[in-house]
């Protein structure tokens, strides 16, 4: 395997989830995940772009992040690559999440995921709305205009 093993920094991000959500709010949490996904994730074997956060019973889990398995993995270790995640939250945290979500139009996205000074593997959970299309042209724009302004005052 000619891939490198993360240690700590960054390991994925989610570009698009800025463009087609306005976050309000952010929160760090930790994911509860077996010896065999943390190796996977190490080697960067990980897809967050559509995942989102789901509500079951008093706790909330991550859906649709996708890790997938090392070839080189024994055939022994067998885990389902797009199961729902549980994050661990403090109680306070959970609640106040969940009350944000009962907001028409709330959902809570990975934005990126990444590990910590300690080695811990934490992930970026941003709230917000989804952006219509019209908002969705005026961040274009915005974005357009800021990189034409920097070319143009690099130029002088």
């Given at each position: 395997?000619t891939?490198?093993?993360?240690k700590?920094?960054?390991?994925a991000?989610?570009?698009?989830?800025?463009f087609?959500?306005s976050?309000?709010?952010?929160i760090?949490?930790?994911?509860s995940?077996t010896?065999?996904?943390?190796?996977?994730v190490?080697y960067?074997l990980i897809?967050?772009v559509d995942?989102?956060v789901?509500k079951?019973?008093?706790?909330l889990?991550?859906a649709g992040?996708?890790i997938q398995?090392?070839?080189?993995?024994a055939?022994?270790v067998?885990?389902?690559?797009?199961?729902?995640?549980?994050?661990?939250?403090?109680r306070?945290?959970i609640?106040?999440m969940?009350?944000?979500?009962?907001d028409?139009g709330?959902?809570?996205?990975?934005l990126?995921?990444?590990?910590?000074?300690?080695?811990?593997l934490?992930?970026?959970l941003?709230?917000?709305h989804?952006?219509?299309k019209?908002?969705?042209?005026?961040?274009?724009?915005?974005?357009?205009?800021n990189?034409?302004?920097?070319?143009?005052?690099k130029?002088?």
């Amino acid at each position: 395997m000619t891939r490198s093993i993360i240690k700590f920094g960054q390991v994925a991000e989610n570009r698009k989830a800025r463009f087609n959500y306005s976050i309000e709010d952010t929160i760090e949490a930790g994911l509860s995940m077996t010896g065999a996904e943390i190796k996977s994730v190490r080697y960067g074997l990980i897809t967050i772009v559509d995942g989102f956060v789901q509500k079951r019973g008093d706790n909330l889990f991550l859906a649709g992040v996708e890790i997938q398995k090392l070839p080189t993995a024994a055939r022994v270790v067998n885990f389902d690559e797009r199961r729902p995640r549980q994050l661990l939250l403090h109680r306070s945290q959970i609640n106040r999440m969940i009350g944000q979500l009962q907001d028409k139009g709330a959902t809570i996205v990975p934005l990126k995921m990444y590990f910590n000074n300690r080695g811990k593997l934490k992930v970026l959970l941003g709230i917000g709305h989804g952006k219509h299309k019209i908002d969705k042209r005026e961040t274009i724009k915005t974005r357009e205009w800021n990189r034409n302004k920097s070319r143009i005052l690099k130029g002088k």
